[in-house]
């Protein structure tokens, strides 16, 4: 399946009944070089827009929110070595988090990715 | 230009290392006579001298100065720094704060031979108290973020009397608030909500509304907000807030643009915190420590926490413990008494009519800067709304008219550095990308103003003309080129390492 996007720039992607959780490249590069990323504990039950991590660059720190609703199954442990996977594969190997979701078809309430290019667009 | 010298000094700049790399355990700068008669530290003795780097007293000496000729300071120029009121230290507030009586003080001395103390604590909390139109002052808080916490203490004390403390438990803060505004509520146990703001750089009113609650326990503002600019709506984001039962904490950072022109207490606020260190000109940082006195309402002064001042048959006296429920201390004595005479100075010196120039000229000073500098950069929300709008007592800029040459906005920072200035606040307010904040303060004259537009426009032509490299590399002249500041972040060396270690455990 397809990425699906938030307008706060995290993108998910179903695996199975898992989905993986990341920020988009645009975020990546809108904040710079990455030095830092928060990750949830395993298992945490995380409501839809709820704080899932922090992100943290030479810049600013940024809350990045869940995207769904669901419970945190596994967490990117390479970010804790290597945050700059954040910006060189923002949407591959940067990925944050995997949630069993609390509901399947949540995901698709999400922008497509042309829906988000346009949306991004827009930002100017 | 490179040029090496032999010395590795840079003219008059001398090369210094750090006090362990050029200092000897064999050499001190004090000769203290050896211990008479047997040691009766037994197994505790020591059995290596400590590894501490020994010094003269003169290589002491001019350690900390050379270290000190790479420093910036308000006494050496214009210190743009947004939201940190970086104004002029004046000289008769060190003046009075040296004064035997203030300077030669112990906390813990009997109260009947420091009444000259306490009467100017009492008349600075009657000052402080005018100004704001509050009704109780707690002067112990060591600086802004800790005033914060006493503000949201004496809150959840209120609450708690209320018996609400368990269900009010979210606190609304706008999204460009102070970094510290979110960590005080978390600290205070809150859950933060963020507000999101307009277009125009404010709070969003409807928004606001729409999380109002039973569960809302306070809002935390600023006024004027990091943007520099006044919300307008302030009075009736008050009323709001006490009609849904919550309080209304103003952060007092950028209190300088009012003070003596508006009363926080008249736009509905219970509980402020003033940086004596901002508005009232004591020293910053390293030039001494800072004071945030937290005013209150009504509604919350019975919660205030210890020491109070208060008057007896003619005489001062301290209340040492705070009332039933209330906040108990924020620190051990009374605070930062150096702060407070020199606070107290400023305003006596300034006089009402005084204050309220303070506050129109660092608006005017704002705004002169806004004026020259807006056709050379994008001003984000106008400096206001509509083309001419005004912004309060600080300016905000951004580096979107750069993009196409690659300049950022730590690209300009670091080309102040080789023009001599210490850089405005970056990338904060974190809502404007790139931001540029600058605060020049009342303290600065017309012709230092100029000066520093000059460049900051001269910057602007050369982001936009062919020399633009330069600035990607700058600085050029300053002690250090630029630093790794990503490689810093991700590969923290946080202390000093000895690289002898076996020679030093050998002695």
């Known amino acids: 399946m397809s990425k699906r996007y938030t307008k706060d720039h995290e993108w998910v992607r179903m695996e199975g009944d898992v989905a993986i959780v990341g920020i988009s490249a645009y975020a990546a590069e809108q904040l710079g070089d990455v030095v830092y990323v928060e990750l949830p504990g395993v298992n945490k039950e995380i409501a839809r827009g709820a704080d899932m991590a922090v992100v943290e660059s030479a810049k600013a720190a940024s809350d990045v929110y869940a995207p769904i609703a669901g419970s945190v199954v596994e967490v990117n442990e390479a970010l804790n070595e290597m945050p700059q996977l954040v910006n060189e594969q923002a949407e591959k190997d940067g990925w944050f988090v995997k949630l069993r979701p609390t509901n399947n078809t949540d995901v698709l309430n999400l922008m497509s990715e042309a829906e988000y290019a346009e949306y991004v667009k827009g930002l100017g | 230009m490179t040029y090496e010298t032999t010395s590795g000094n840079r003219g008059l700049l001398q090369a210094e290392p750090l006090i362990f790399e050029h200092g000897s355990i064999a050499r001190t700068g004090v000769d203290l006579a050896a211990p008479k008669g047997a040691s009766r530290l037994g197994a505790l003795a020591r059995k290596a001298p400590l590894p501490l780097p020994g010094l003269s007293e003169p290589e002491a000496v001019r350690h900390y100065v050379r270290l000190s000729q790479r420093n910036y300071a308000i006494d050496l120029g214009l210190f743009p ?76 004390a209120a609450l708690a009397a209320r018996g609400e403390i368990n269900k009010r438990l979210r606190v609304l803060v706008p999204e460009s608030a102070h970094g510290t505004n979110p960590a005080t509520a978390v600290a205070c146990g809150f859950i933060v909500d963020e507000v999101p703001a307009t277009e125009q750089g404010r709070v969003d009113l409807v928004a606001f509304k729409a999380k109002l609650g039973d569960d809302v326990a306070a809002i935390m503002l600023t006024n004027p907000n990091t943007c520099g600019l006044f919300e307008p709506d302030v009075k009736e984001i008050a009323d709001l807030i006490h009609a849904a039962g919550g309080y209304f904490y103003c952060d007092g950072a950028n209190y300088n643009a009012l003070v003596g022109r508006v009363r926080p207490g008249d736009l509905g606020v219970d509980a402020m915190h003033i940086n004596l260190h901002k508005t009232f000109s004591t020293p910053h940082g390293g030039g001494g420590p800072g004071a945030g006195p937290v005013v209150f309402s009504k509604a919350l002064a019975p919660f205030a926490p210890a020491p109070k001042i208060v008057t007896r048959d003619g005489a001062f006296e301290l209340v040492e413990r705070a009332g039933e429920g209330a906040v108990g201390r924020m620190c051990a004595f009374h605070g930062q008494m150096g702060m407070y005479v020199r606070a107290l100075t400023y305003m006596l010196s300034h006089g009402s009519d005084g204050l309220r120039q303070v506050a129109e000229d660092a608006v005017l000073n704002a705004n002169y800067l806004l004026a020259r500098l807006k056709p050379h950069f994008n001003a984000p929300f106008g400096g206001g709304e509509g083309e001419h709008a005004p912004c309060m007592h600080e300016a905000l800029l951004d580096d979107t008219r750069f993009k196409a040459q690659g300049v950022e906005t730590i690209d300009f920072a670091k080309s102040l550095l080789d023009e001599g200035y210490h850089p405005m606040t970056t990338y904060f307010p974190l809502v404007v990308h790139g931001a540029m904040l600058i605060e020049p303060t009342e303290t600065e004259s017309k012709a230092e103003l100029d000066r520093f537009a000059d460049v900051m426009i001269a910057l602007a032509k050369r982001a936009l003309g062919n020399d633009s490299a330069r600035m990607k590399t700058a600085p050029h002249l300053a002690p250090m080129r630029r630093l790794d500041e990503t490689r810093a972040a991700r590969q923290p060396k946080l202390r000093w390492k000895p690289t002898e270690a076996a020679s030093i455990a050998a002695e």
């Not at chain 2, 031979?113 to 402080?128: P, V, Y």
């Not at chain 2, 109780?136 to 800790?146: Q, W």
């Open chain 2, 81 to 156: 720094l947004g939201s940190c009121t970086m104004k002029h230290n004046p000289r008769l507030n060190e003046r009075a704060a040296r004064m035997e009586g203030f300077s030669d003080l112990h906390p813990l001395q009997p109260i009947s031979t420091t009444q000259g103390a306490l009467a100017l604590m009492h008349e600075l909390s009657h000052w402080l108290l005018e100004l704001t139109g509050l009704e109780a002052v707690a002067l112990s808080p060591k600086a802004g973020a800790h005033g914060e916490f006493c503000g949201m203490l004496a809150i959840r």
